[in-house]
């Protein structure tokens, strides 16, 4: 199946037809992009998601978004075009390590990022995204401990940013950002001196961005650690003519469009994630036409999970 215009056409009136809405993540194909009746981060989705006024809500995402979603609008039918699209972070630590981590920190608050299970979440007090993490986990006693899953870099991000020093941080990471490293970011920061650079804090190479700006071998001020929402905003501000983008690089259509006049330039082009890039125009085609793959999750986990994603959908921008 090509994305064509005919087939464009036809995906807005299974749409319609079902009553449904279209939402797609960022990191989606350009033609998935293009069709979709919104088009964002996870927190925004999360947010169009809860409120959307459609009975259906076709998530062109990964498996953890589709879920999220469900868990806001149990009374929504939720389809994934293939629930085969998972996520390495979200499978980086079950419901069972969890138990375990909490109970030998038996008073501390558990925040974990929306890239998780359904089952995950029923354990966690309050979700976060990577564009809210730093006021969730700002949010929170200073004196309350904080276990704070599953990524690494974000964590360490967060931890950076907020001082505080009574947070413990799960060893997790996504195989794509982890891929990003310091090395190619620091050659590719160094022949381009002009050059904004918008890093995604699940990157590896986030921290060396920061230590290249400390050694002033990259302005501080050039430096942008972004959700992939938050680089939509700095695209429109930015100063620069070129940008080197540290993320899925999903990210190159949604930045071009926003931004015309930037040279974008991906820091690794090899950076695309082999799970977002499941929901296929043939996907989608037939997901609005047999109604599957219906995202189910267990009411009591949903219950469970959704006090801790309302929180999180309540909290920063
Ligand atoms: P955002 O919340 O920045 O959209 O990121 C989601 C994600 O999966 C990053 O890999
Ligand atoms: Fe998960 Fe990484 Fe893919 Fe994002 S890019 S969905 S964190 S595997």
Redesign the pocket.
Known sequence: VAATPEWAQEVKRLARERNATILA?N?QLPEIQDVADHVGDSLALSRIAAEAPEDTIVFC??H?MAETAKILSPEKTVLIPDQRA?????DSITADELRAWKAEHPNAVVVSYV?TTAEVKALTDICCTSSNAVDVVASIDPDREVLFLP?QFLGAHVKRVTGRENMQIWAGE????AGINGDELTEQARSHPDAELFVHP?CGCATSALYLAGEGAFPADRVHILSTGGMIDAAKAAKSTQVLVAT?VGMLHQLRKAAPGIDFQAVNDRAS????KMITPAALLRCLVDGADEVHVDPETAALGRNSVQRMIAIGN
């Open positions: 993540h990191y995402g990964v953890f998972g996520c390495s972070l979200a890239n990524d996504c195989h794509v950002h699940e899925e994630c082999k799970y977002m």
